[in-house]
């Protein structure tokens, strides 16, 4: 089952940041809001990006190679790799907060969670990127008007993770080592940067009850999902090397918003 959302026609006055188009963001919030989740493909993505500023998209995806091996798997794994930074996210503001710890109960994350985690930072240069902000921006316009006004921030707590996960014929990576899993957050929009010789991988949705209800796979750049976290469980599947003897990896951007 896939909750696909595809560009159709038609203004949006939901949409209120300045200087921004009316864009036809209603089906997609239509889908996200019956299901929990929405898969959005790349074209309709990139569209809805570009109308909030996308641009120099080679530059930012490159600096995927940039990023350092996260310490904290309790697994002992050493197949993810990452950055972080967090942003106060609202109608007319987009600001960088000072570097802080990522912190998850173990609640929420029973492998990682219960500790401080310091992250290397995003880099500045790419954490001002017109990429990034038009990212952020998009899911400000996605997951506001969906809130109930009266539990609507004036400014968003959002957290932003470049993950690049490894595999090679020794190892397989783990997206979501922890399986299946809420963040504990209330907004999550996970979007493809790039697949290089990699298999599976497939995000798979799980109501509260953990039954099934959904399952894709981010295949092209800017393919993206989006998540309800108070109503939807996600996880993601072991990624292996398509080729003998090859490394593959799977780098994706997570922004989580959180009141």
Known sequence: MKESVRAQQGDDAGLALT????TPLAPLRAALAAAGF?????????????????????????SWDDLGVDRYMADGGRYRRRRYAAFAV?????????????????????LNGGIERWFEPIREEIADH???????RLGWSIFDPLTPPERRPAAWHVEVHQFR???????????????AHRDGVDWVLILLVARVNALHGT?????????DIGSFTLEQPLDAALVDDARVYHGVTPLVPAGAGQGAHRDVLVVTFRR
């Open 38 to 62: 929405a898969f959005v493909q790349s074209d309709v993505m990139r569209d809805l990006l570009q109308r909030h500023g996308l641009r120099e998209w080679p530059g930012f995806a490159a």
């Open 130 to 136: 017109p990429a990034m902000h038009a990212a952020l």
């Open 165 to 179: 996960i490894e595999a090679d014929a020794a190892r397989a990576g783990l997206p979501t080592p922890e399986g």
């Open 203 to 211: 995000t798979q949705i799980l109501d509260n009850a953990r039954r």
């Open 19 to 22: 200087g921004v188009a009316p």
């Open 90 to 110: 609202g109608a007319h503001q987009v600001v960088r907060k000072p570097h802080q710890p990522h912190y998850q109960s173990r609640d929420y994350n029973p």
